[in-house]
Structures are given as structure tokens and as C-alpha cells.
């Protein structure tokens, strides 16, 4: 039997899967110390996030699974704090040293490796940045490997903790973990007001939670009547003009030309049209009488619901 655990290496990030067959008992928010790449002394300090699970029958990784190493000792935490206030003073000495350079980018997190040979620095920047010098430069003041990291505006989001329009503290910054994306496509599903500046973030992209009702709206879409296709109402045969998935509440047109609002319980597809200029009518719409060529603007009429 083999027990994989999914652990956390920086807040917020991706899990990774590691395997736990020997921590069978880790639990959520257990602290560990794993392997990050194939050389045994590349370790990372990491927080269980996913307590051990069972493998799946025929579940498969890219990689063979990683082992825990072992779970985090007194000397482990005494070591991360240490690195912490590392972390502090590189942070300081980097913001110097990229504002003495006149670099046009902003220095948003700092990361220095378990084994404190390698400190990594994340900024954002609207283009190409060239830090060459700087690299240099803190090289040799820190004296340790120096990594330089772009990221985009979402990860920048993400370390600046505020609230979002919901009045709520966002949502990259509490609790998703990874980035999908979110279309202009989305906000039309849900009827809403096709103004960028009124859905975008912090980040300037549009809002994460765009994406959480978008699978409700697509599969309603599926479920319901089509705008445009023909229905038979408790008024009459109609076409469907609008569709509410929320409420579940279809605004239709009558062959008087009048809107309605009615139920989708109370309404059944049939064949055919109601305007009969799609053509076709083969539904036993002939008996209709026909419609005027160019019918008096609809009259809006609120009936009650069915």
C-alpha cells in the first residue's frame, strides 16, 4: 500500500505529491522536509496541506513519487527562522541596490533555499528587465547564489493582502492556490455588463471568481430552452428572447408580439416558428394566420408567472 501526502513548499503555491509510507499519521498543517530535486542534499522545508491518502488503482505520476524525508525537527524551525531574518536583510539590501540601479521593476517576495546557498528574488516589471548588474551585485554583498524571477501580476496580487468588491479579503490571497483562466466569454454567460474596469482585480486582469458560477450558467444553458427556439407557453406558442439560469425564468415573445415572463417548469418545446420568417414551418404553425410584415413595436407585458 502506498500513501501519498500533498505538501505545500511557499504559501499558497501548488501542492505537490510526495510519498508518506512511512509518516502514515501526518496530519494537515504537519511540518516535513522533502527532496525537491535529484540531488539528496536539495531539501526543502514544506507544510502538509493534504493529509495521506491512499494511491488510486491505475493513478500515475510523470515522475516516480518522492519520499518524505522526514518529519521537521526543533533544529529544522530553528533553522527556518534563521533563514527568515536572512530573507529580511536580502530583501533590504535588493530594494537599495535596484533603486541605486534605476531598474524599473518592484521587488515583491524573497526566498533563500534550505541550505542557504541560494537566495531567489521575485519581482514584477511591465517588460524585459536587465538585471545582469544587479545579479552581480548582490552576489557578491550576500555571497551566496543569487536567482532573479519574474512573475506576472496575479503572483503579485497574490503577497498584497486587501479586500475585493465583495468586501471580502481576495481570493489569491487567502485561498487559490492556482491561476485559471478567466474570458470575457464568462462574464457574457452570466449577463453581465460587458465592463472590463467593473470585473477586474487588483491585478488588472478580470476577477477570479468569474470562473465559479460559469459551470452552473453553461450547464443551465444545456438544460433550458435556446434563445430563439420555439416553446409552448401556458399563453400560446412563443420564442424564447431571454433566458434567466438563476431563477430559471424564460422571457418570451407571444404571437401578439407581447413578452412575457414564465416558469421553465410551465413551458414544453414544439416544432415550428411564431414569426414564420425563418421559413420551413412544417410544425403546424400553417394553420396560424400569419403576422403583419412590419407588426407595431412590442408592448412590454408583465404577466404572472406560471
Same mark, same amino acid.
Given at each position: 500500500m502506498t500513501l501519498v501526502v500533498g505538501v505545500e513548499l511557499r504559501k499558497l503555491e501548488h501542492l505537490y505529491d510526495f510519498e508518506c509510507t512511512s509518516f502514515p499519521d501526518l496530519k494537515r498543517y504537519d511540518s516535513v522536509i522533502?527532496?525537491?530535486? &535529484?540531488?539528496?542534499?536539495?531539501?526543502?522545508?514544506?507544510?502538509?496541506?493534504?493529509?495521506?491518502?491512499? *494511491?488510486?488503482?491505475?493513478?500515475?505520476? %510523470?515522475?516516480?513519487?518522492?519520499p518524505i524525508v522526514r518529519i521537521a525537527t526543533p533544529e529544522d524551525f530553528l533553522r527556518r527562522e534563521k533563514l527568515e531574518a536572512r530573507q529580511s536583510e536580502a530583501h533590504r539590501v535588493c530594494k537599495e541596490r535596484v533603486a541605486a540601479l534605476g531598474l524599473l521593476m518592484k521587488l515583491i517576495d524573497t526566498e533563500w533555499s534550505y541550505q542557504g546557498s541560494e537566495v531567489t528574488f521575485h519581482f514584477v516589471a511591465e517588460g524585459r528587465v536587465d538585471f545582469r548588474e544587479l545579479v552581480r551585485d =548582490?552576489?557578491?554583498?550576500?555571497?551566496?547564489?543569487? #536567482? *532573479?524571477?519574474?512573475?506576472?501580476?496575479?503572483?503579485?496580487?497574490?503577497?498584497?493582502?486587501?479586500?475585493?468588491?465583495?468586501?471580502?479579503?481576495?481570493?489569491?490571497?487567502?485561498?487559490?492556490?492556482?491561476?485559471?483562466?478567466?474570458?470575457?466569454? *464568462?462574464?457574457?454567460e452570466q449577463h453581465l455588463a460587458l465592463n472590463p474596469g467593473k470585473y477586474s482585480g487588483l491585478c488588472g486582469k478580470l #476577477?477570479?471568481?468569474?470562473?465559479?458560477?460559469? &459551470?452552473?450558467?453553461?450547464?443551465?444553458? =444545456?438544460? =433550458?430552452?435556446?434563445?430563439?427556439?420555439?416553446? *409552448?407557453?401556458?399563453?400560446?406558442?412563443?420564442? $424564447? #428572447? &431571454?433566458?434567466? $439560469?438563476?431563477? %430559471?425564468?424564460?422571457?418570451?415573445? =407571444?404571437?401578439?408580439?407581447?413578452? $412575457? %415572463? $414564465?416558469?421553465?417548469?410551465?413551458?414544453?418545446?414544439?416544432d415550428g416558428c411564431v414569426d414564420h420568417t425563418e421559413g420551413g414551418c412544417d410544425g403546424g404553425c400553417g394553420a396560424i394566420a400569419p403576422l403583419p410584415a412590419r407588426p407595431a413595436p412590442p408592448v412590454q407585458r408583465r404577466l404572472p408567472l406560471v
Open positions: 522533502v527532496n525537491i530535486s &535529484d540531488k539528496p542534499e536539495d531539501l526543502a522545508f514544506a507544510v502538509v496541506q493534504h493529509p495521506p491518502r491512499e *494511491m488510486v488503482p491505475g493513478e500515475t505520476y %510523470e515522475k516516480p513519487l518522492v =548582490l552576489a557578491h554583498r550576500l555571497h551566496v547564489h543569487v #536567482m *532573479m524571477h519574474q512573475v506576472g501580476s496575479r503572483d503579485h496580487a497574490r503577497v498584497l493582502p486587501a479586500y475585493g468588491p465583495c468586501g471580502r479579503p481576495t481570493c489569491c490571497s487567502t485561498f487559490l492556490r492556482d491561476f485559471e483562466q478567466i474570458t470575457v466569454r *464568462m462574464a457574457k #476577477m477570479c471568481c468569474l470562473k465559479y458560477e460559469n &459551470d452552473f450558467y453553461q450547464n443551465g444553458r =444545456l438544460r =433550458l430552452p435556446a434563445v430563439n427556439s420555439v416553446v *409552448m407557453t401556458p399563453y400560446g406558442r412563443a420564442k $424564447v #428572447m &431571454d433566458v434567466n $439560469v438563476l431563477q %430559471e425564468i424564460l422571457t418570451v415573445q =407571444l404571437e401578439t408580439q407581447a413578452y $412575457v %415572463e $414564465v416558469k421553465a417548469s410551465a413551458i414544453s418545446t414544439v
